[in-house]
Structure formats: structure tokens, C-alpha cells
């Protein structure tokens, strides 16, 4: 049994066997081979074992004969490896003896070894180690020819283990079979680890690199909610986990009737809470816990699903969706958020030529950049909005300048729609996210011009703190606790305040619980969060009054350094409420 620590983004407990993602997908089916099977199986490793050395002979001859002897002589390397006699007694041992089967012995051993020659910290040796996953990817692919599984083919419930998804993998795991899944890389706001959320599938991210250790077909667990990840568990770690899953069941019915209940504090001032959304179907889950809108709805995940631009009628039928859930709420609609590391395949180019993406043509950016993308997104929107109370959304807006040029477009749209007689609602809000400093900074004059505000903590933090939000090395630092972050979500709720803006904060913040008060005490009443914490979240309201929130918020202005703010709230958190601790 081998326990690996990661970072938990999304809760739960999923336990199967693993399906481990290399670069080309592939998974090894089964681990076991019949005793009486075994000599056919033998001849079946010497015979995929000759083709993969026939492959590297002929790639070797090829590249010696065009590019010179010294490109020859990597594969010849590769070569000798794979005829090394001591590498091949290994395998064949585990098949004869231990009846495994030749796709996961291989795999065992070249693994192995390359471990081994990576822990030796070594750039050389990192190489050769590469040269061992090369071996074993030829082999595998010779072995399991046709039936070779892919991610999107999947037939039977897997854990998927891989060093990254990206968003657009993520949106596409099919739920039916794929039950959570840990990757190597990855941070804890990731759009990853979010859709994890949104997907409700238990995952762990930025676990290092463990993926050596694993062939397929291992048992595994992963623990969403502690951020492990446990590898061929015993029997003992099994049962535990199996109770604790009876346990969290029952849990869950317990804060599942709050779902009908208000959502105000003690002393009853109404906290609003909206659900946030990437795919319309989760508006059923936020109807369930009684979300009473939809706050945020991300609907670039329409743009990642598949492999072309969603026509205007393909957004309408989606947007339409949403709001035959929450004729009455609100459905805030986000315009196009794409760019950094959400890039559906039509846009690959760009992503190429990007090197510092959070920084470059993201977002609002990138739209005003495709008008004609943007236009129809604006036409599907504000034709959708003749069914209820929609209102529009602006990302990442950095500038003045960049605001009045979207509504400007915005005009333009709402101008031929009229000009083609095509029903609209003209009236629809406008509003933006607050989620770069420069915006949280001129929110003031940014008051004057919109109808909203809606606080990203998610990219606030990652732009105020310089800590890139997806990655697990500076993980610590990242911290939605942060002074200098809380400052400016005070001082953007205090311009809202000024116009009596609506202004809510939609991040990651806001759902979890340990922050309730704190939002509640800036004088924050609407909150955006994810599906799966709106009871939570909603629990955290009503253990609470607002004096007491004002005098959290108060001691944790007191406090200079995130993780003294963060250990006070947990504090806090546990006398509040016992119980959700
Ligand atoms: C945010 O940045 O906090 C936010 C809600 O937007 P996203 O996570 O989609 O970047
Ligand atoms: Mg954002």
C-alpha cells in the first residue's frame, strides 16, 4: 500500500481501479492471467517484444541513413535496452511466477527502473528514465493493439490517474465510468480542480510525480476530502474508507434538509446564495439546495466540450435551460472567459503562440479580440433573456477603456437585433467580475458604470499575490486569506456600497464555509458558490448573527499575516458551529 498526499479540490471518496493516463491514453485491462494461459502468454510477450525491437531497428536504421550515425545511435541505445537480458528474465519471472499478465509485468518493471534512475536526481539518468516509459509504451502498444482503451471508450467504472487534465479533458470524462481522479500537477482553483467540483467526481491535484508507481488496473482510492491518494490499499484501509463513505452519505442527509430552509442569519438578514455553473444540467443540483439563482454561470465549458465553436442556437437551447430552471432568479451570464489554460481545440494556434497565458489574450481580452465569436454569444444572450431575469457579465476586466468597449459591442448587438426584428430583452444588467487589482483598486469609478459587481477571488488572489493558481509549488502561497486580498474585497464591497451596487463574490472564497463571516461581516449578501457547498455554506449563515460577524471580521483586520487570518476563521469556524467541524 502506497499513501500519496496532494491537494484535495473536490470532496468525496472514490475507490476502483486505476486507469493510468500516459500521453497516449491507454490503460492495461487486466493484471492476471490463468495459470494454464501462462506459456501462451509468454510467447505472446516474445512476440510483441520482437515487433517492438523490429520498430526501433528499422526507426534506427532510418534516422542513421538520413540525419547520421550519432541519431542512429539513440535508437540503437533503445534497442539494447529492450533486448537487455536481465530487464527481459524480470519480466518474463513475474509472468511465469505470479501469473501476471504480460501488459502489466512489463509495465511493472520498466516502471520500476525508471523510478529508480529518476530518484537519482540526475539529469542523465532522468533520460534513460524517459527511455525506460518510451520501452514500455512501444511494448504496450504491440500487446494490446486494437484493444487498446481510450479515455472516451471507456466501458467499466475507472479511477483516472494522470500527470495533468486540462480543462477541456476534464469537461469530457464521461461520469458513467470515470469515478474521481488525481493528477500529478494542478492547484487547488484550478479550472480543473472547479470542474472536478462541478462534476461532483472526488479529486486530488498536485500530487507530485507518482504515476511510475502505477501500471493500471491497481486498486486505488481517492480521498477528496483529505487530498490522499492510496495506492493497492489493504484490506483494513478498504474497510475504513468504505465506513466513512456510509458515514458522509448520512451526513449528507443531514444538511440535505436545509435545503428548503431561508438562507439568513440568527438575527434574519437574508444571505442570498447562487449557485455557480459550467454546464446547464447543474442547475438541477442547485435547485435541490435551494440556491435561489444562478450567480455565475461559466459559459466558456460550452466552447471546451467539443471540437467546434457552438452556433448562436446551441447557446440559446443551453442559456434557455438555465432559465426554464430559474424563470424568477437571477441567471447571471458570463460572457466567453477563454484563454490561460482553457483553450478548446479550434484555438490552438493561439495558445501556442502565448507564452505567459494568464498574463496575455485571456478573457474579455480575447473576445473583443473575435468580435464575431463575441457577437453571437451576445445574441444567443440577449435573446434568452426574454425568459427571465438574465444579466450579462464581463471577465477579467482590467481597464476602463476595455469595459465601455464591450458595452459599446453590446450596443451594436442589441441594435441589429432590432434591426432584424428578432425578440430580445433590452433591458438586461450589466455587471463584471472584479478579479484583477487594477479593477478592485478603480472600483469606485467602476461603480458609475456597471450594474454589478461579482468578486473572482479565484484570479484576484492569483493576480494580487503573483501566485499562479494552478500551481502546486507556490500552492502554500496562495491564500484567499491573504491582508492584502482582503483589503480589496472590502474596499470593492464599500464602492459597491457607495452606488448601492449589488456586488457578491463568486470565487472559491465564497464557498467555503470558514469564510462566511468574514464576507458577512464586509457586508457581503449575496454569495456565489459551488453546487456541492451551497448547504454548507448555507449552514454557516445560520449559526451565525451579524454583530458576530463584524467582530470576526474585525479581530481578522487585526492580523498581518494569511496564516494567522486563516487559523483565527478556523477558530472561529469551530466555535460557531461544532458540528461542521
Ligand atoms: C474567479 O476568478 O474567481 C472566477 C470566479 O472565475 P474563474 O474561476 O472562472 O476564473
Ligand atoms: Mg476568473
Redesign the pocket.
Known amino acids: 500500500m502506497e499513501v500519496r498526499r496532494g491537494i484535495a479540490v473536490a470532496p468525496g471518496v472514490a475507490i476502483g481501479p486505476a486507469l493510468v493516463l500516459g500521453s497516449e491514453d491507454f490503460r492495461i485491462p487486466q493484471r492476471f492471467v490463468r495459470v494454464d494461459a501462462v506459456d501462451a502468454e509468454l510467447s505472446r510477450f516474445r512476440a510483441a517484444l520482437a515487433a517492438a525491437v523490429a520498430e526501433i531497428a528499422g526507426h534506427e536504421e532510418l534516422a542513421a541513413t538520413r540525419l547520421g550515425q550519432q541519431y542512429g545511435a539513440i535508437f540503437a541505445a533503445h534497442r539494447q535496452l529492450a533486448q537487455d537480458p536481465k530487464l527481459l528474465l524480470e519480466i518474463e519471472d513475474l509472468i511465469r511466477q505470479k501469473c501476471y499478465s504480460p501488459e502489466f509485468a512489463s509495465s511493472r518493471v520498466l516502471r520500476k527502473h525508471a523510478k529508480t534512475l529518476q530518484n537519482l536526481g540526475d539529469r542523465y539518468f532522468a533520460e534513460r528514465a524517459n527511455d525506460l516509459f518510451d520501452l514500455e509504451k512501444r511494448i504496450l502498444r504491440h500487446l494490446l493493439g486494437e484493444r487498446r482503451e481510450e479515455l472516451t471508450q471507456l466501458t467499466a467504472p475507472v479511477l483516472v490517474l494522470a500527470h495533468n487534465l486540462t480543462p477541456s479533458e476534464t469537461a469530457n470524462l464521461d461520469k458513467k465510468f470515470v469515478l474521481g481522479f488525481a493528477t500529478e500537477v494542478g492547484g487547488k482553483?484550478s479550472?480543473t480542480a472547479?470542474l472536478a467540483g462541478a462534476l461532483e467526481l472526488p479529486a486530488v491535484v498536485g500530487v507530485g510525480s507518482f504515476l511510475a508507481d502505477v501500471s493500471g488496473g491497481e486498486t486505488v482510492v481517492i480521498d477528496g476530502n483529505e487530498g490522499t491518494v492510496i495506492i493497492d490499499p489493504d484490506e483494513e484501509t478498504l474497510g475504513s474508507y468504505r465506513d466513512a463513505e456510509r458515514k458522509m452519505r448520512s451526513a449528507a442527509v443531514r444538511l440535505s434538509s436545509l435545503g428548503p430552509l431561508r438562507s439568513e442569519t440568527r438575527d434574519g438578514v437574508p444571505i442570498h446564495i447562487y449557485g455557480?455553473i459550467e454546464f446547464p444540467d447543474e442547475v438541477d443540483h442547485c435547485l435541490e439546495r435551494g440556491a435561489e439563482g444562478i450567480g455565475?454561470y461559466?459559459t466558456e465549458f460550452l466552447y471546451l466540450e467539443g471540437d467546434r465553436e457552438p452556433t448562436e442556437e446551441v447557446q440559446y437551447d443551453a442559456y434557455a435551460r438555465v432559465l426554464k430552471a430559474y424563470p424568477q432568479g437571477p441567471v447571471v451570464i458570463?460572457t466567453l472567459?477563454l484563454g490561460a489554460e482553457k483553450f478548446p481545440q479550434t484555438m490552438q494556434e493561439v495558445i501556442e503562440a502565448t507564452p505567459n497565458p494568464a498574463l496575455g489574450l485571456r478573457s474579455l481580452r480575447l473576445t473583443l479580440h473575435n468580435l464575431a465569436m463575441f457577437k453571437t454569444q451576445l445574441r444567443a444572450i440577449l435573446r434568452a433573456a426574454t425568459l427571465g431575469d438574465v444579466r450579462i457579465m464581463f471577465?477579467l476586466v482590467s481597464s476602463l477603456l476595455e469595459l465601455r468597449q464591450a458595452k459599446m459591442i453590446l450596443g451594436d448587438v442589441l441594435e441589429d437585433l432590432e434591426e432584424e426584428r428578432v425578440a430580445f430583452n433590452p433591458k438586461v444588467k450589466v455587471g463584471m467580475?472584479v478579479?484583477v487589482p487594477s479593477a478592485a483598486l478603480m472600483a469606485d469609478e467602476f461603480g458609475r458604470e456597471v450594474d454589478f459587481f461579482?468578486?473572482?477571488?479565484?484570479?484576484?488572489i492569483?493576480y494580487t499575490l503573483a501566485v499562479d493558481r494552478a500551481n502546486p509549488a507556490v500552492a502554500n502561497l496562495y491564500s484567499s486569506a491573504d491582508p492584502s486580498v482582503l483589503r480589496l474585497i472590502e474596499g470593492v464591497v464599500k464602492a459597491a456600497g457607495k452606488y448601492n451596487l449589488p456586488v457578491s463574490v463568486?470565487?472559491?472564497m465564497s464557498s467555503d464555509p470558514i469564510y462566511t463571516p468574514l464576507l458577512v461581516g464586509m457586508g457581503l449578501r449575496e454569495l456565489s458558490v459551488t453546487p456541492q457547498s451551497i448547504l454548507e455554506v448555507k449552514q454557516a449563515v445560520r449559526n451565525l448573527t451579524v454583530a458576530q460577524a463584524r467582530t470576526v471580521l474585525e479581530h481578522a483586520r487585526t492580523l498581518d499575516v494569511a496564516r494567522d487570518v486563516d487559523s483565527f476563521l478556523r477558530g472561529e469556524m469551530k466555535k460557531l458551529s461544532a458540528e461542521m467541524v
Do not use: A
Open positions: 482553483s479550472h472547479i455557480n455565475l461559466r458570463r472567459d471577465p467580475m478579479e461579482s468578486i473572482g477571488t479565484n484570479d484576484l492569483q463568486c470565487g472559491q
